[in-house]
């Protein structure tokens, strides 16, 4: 290991110096790089290639768990402490979730739903439970407001709205989508929080019109929607923060192919074994017509 390190260094420092501040002798180190590398090492070193290219695939986003699933996915047998080595020994390492932040203004006399979920955020069948909520991005042209409905069986993005502005319209475009796409059995659970645009006549109208059950959370209370919470965090953990200020038009269209193409297609989700949204669903029955 000691070798190995002066070998990958050499380029940085002296060789001498390496070699006195790790106490072995310049010959040694000399008589080591002449030896030809052992199965071992080979293997590492073609490992290493499949872990680098996991990783650009990831964004640069996966830690070990995720780049081990991938690589196993791929048919390559690998565990998770043997691709943490060699990741930390290329000085990769996955993306830390964002904090929760809260964005709801709950300052008004409208109509509350009960909280049904109670923070049970499981679900044992698609179309069962959604969870939702709106988060808002700073562009150079002000701010776009994202409105999201999540699957809490499969974690999958089945609505989807973005708007210059936050209302009505924008959470009842991201509610049309969802209904369009996944046509839901009545008495699927609808968990929001307790902002105005989820009290308001029309939206609740719509979701009585599909046999929705409304649910939302308690006031001041993020973690009892903590799983829209946490994929807002993904998003601006894993797109949004790693890319300077664009015009709404720009930071649209990245959104949407985070969305679509990444998230419900390609993103492994710790909670659904390391599968992403969509491979998840397809393990259910592919003739349920609410999928």
């Known amino acids: 290991m000691r070798f190995a390190f002066i070998e990958a260094e050499k380029a940085y420092y002296p060789v001498l110096v390496l070699c006195r501040v790790m106490q072995v002798g310049r010959s040694g180190f000399y008589a ?11 293997a ?3 490992l290493q290639g499949q872990i680098d290219r996991a990783f650009r695939g990831s964004r640069g986003t ?8 991938q690589l196993n996915a791929e048919g390559v047998p690998v565990s998770k402490r043997r691709v943490a080595r060699l990741m930390r020994r290329r000085g990769l390492c996955g993306l830390r979730k964002a904090r929760f932040t809260r964005t709801t203004d709950s300052r008004h006399k409208l109509p509350i739903a009960p909280n049904l979920l109670a923070r049970n955020f499981t679900a044992t069948a698609p179309n069962a439970v959604w969870v939702t909520d709106v988060t808002f991005i700073w562009t150079l042209q002000g701010w776009l407001y994202l409105a999201a409905i999540l699957d809490l069986y499969s974690r ?9 502005h936050n209302d009505q ?6 509610l049309n989508m969802a209904l369009c796409r996944r046509q839901p059995p009545q008495g699927l659970i609808h968990h929001s929080d307790r902002g105005s645009v989820y009290c308001g006549t029309a939206y609740l109208a719509m979701l009585k019109a599909h046999g929705i059950k409304p649910s939302m959370s308690r006031k001041g209370d993020c973690w009892d929607n903590a799983v829209a919470e946490s994929f807002f965090g993904t998003l601006k953990q894993e797109l949004l923060f790693r890319r300077q200020l664009e015009p709404r038009r720009t930071a649209q269209t990245a959104i949407f192919e985070f969305l679509e193409a990444y998230y419900n297609r390609k993103r492994r989700h710790s909670t659904l074994g390391f599968l992403s949204p969509v491979d998840f669903e397809e393990r259910t029955d592919p003739a349920d017509p609410s999928m």
Do not use: E, N
């Open 44 to 46: 590492d070193t073609v």
């Open 32 to 42: 080591w790089l002449r030896r030809a590398p052992s199965a071992r090492t080979k």
């Open 169 to 174: 319209a924008l959470v009842l475009q991201a």
């Open 62 to 69: 996966y830690g070990s768990p995720r780049i081990r699933a």
């Open 156 to 164: 999958r993005v089945v609505g989807w709205a973005m708007s210059a």
